[in-house]
C-alpha cells in the first residue's frame, strides 16, 4: 500500500510540472496595442492584465513606425506574467513596401502587381533573419523563402528596374487596381440585396 501511495505522490509531482501555458500569436501594429476587440479579447481569454501588457507592448515599440504590423508572440506563465517575443514585420509588408504598392495581387498567378529587385529582396533577408525563428537558416534559404513569398503577393523580382518604365507602370495598375475595387463593391452590394 506504501509503495503506490508513494509512486501516486511521485506521479503528482511530474503532473504538476507539466506546463499548461499558453501562446499567443498574433500581428499587432507598433505603438497601438489597444484594449479593445481584437486583442483585448485574446488577452481577457489568458488572464493578461490588458492595461499593463498594451502599455509594455507600446513602450516596447515606441521606435518604431506606427501602424507597422509586428508579429507578436506571448507566452503566458501560471502565475499571469507572460514573455513578450516581438518580431520583424512581416515578409508581405517589406515586400509591398520595396515595390511601393498598398496590397498585393487579387490573381497572383494572372497578374503583377508590383516588381522589386534582387538588391531589395538581399536587403530584406537580412533584415528578416534576425527573427529568431530564421535566425538558423543561412541567408540564401530566406531568399528563396521571400521569392516564393513575393510570387504570392504578385510581386515580380527582376535584375534590374527602370524607375520611369517602374512609375508608368504603378499608374497602369492603379487604374486596374480601382477596376477591381469596384467589381468588390458591387460583388457586396448584390450579395447584400440577395440577403435582404
Known amino acids: 500500500m506504501s509503495k503506490s501511495v508513494a509512486r501516486l505522490k511521485s506521479m503528482k509531482k511530474l503532473a504538476e510540472k507539466i506546463d499548461h501555458s499558453s501562446t499567443l500569436r498574433t500581428n499587432i501594429p ?36 506606427q501602424g507597422i504590423p509586428l508579429p507578436t508572440r506571448v507566452r503566458v506563465n501560471a502565475d499571469r506574467s507572460y514573455q513578450l517575443v516581438i518580431n520583424q514585420p512581416p515578409a508581405s509588408y517589406f515586400l509591398k513596401q520595396a515595390a511601393g504598392v498598398n496590397r498585393g495581387a ?37 531568399c528563396t523563402m ?11 523580382v527582376v535584375k534590374e528596374l527602370d524607375a520611369k518604365d517602374y512609375e508608368e507602370f504603378l499608374n497602369e495598375r492603379k487604374s486596374i487596381v480601382e477596376e477591381q475595387k469596384r467589381l468588390l463593391q458591387e460583388k457586396r452590394e448584390a450579395k447584400m440585396l440577395r440577403t435582404a
Open 106 to 142: 487579387m490573381e497572383p498567378v494572372k497578374e503583377t502587381c508590383g516588381k522589386i529587385t534582387l538588391k531589395h529582396l538581399y536587403e530584406i533577408a537580412k533584415i528578416k533573419s534576425q527573427d529568431a525563428a530564421l535566425d538558423w537558416k543561412p541567408l540564401k534559404e530566406i
Open 30 to 65: 507598433a505603438g497601438m496595442a489597444a484594449a479593445g476587440p481584437p486583442l483585448g479579447p485574446m488577452l481577457g481569454q489568458r488572464n493578461i492584465n490588458i492595461a499593463a501588457f498594451c502599455k509594455d507592448f507600446n513602450e516596447k515599440t515606441s521606435n518604431i513606425k
Open 146 to 156: 521571400l521569392i516564393a513569398t513575393a510570387r504570392t503577393c504578385g510581386i515580380e
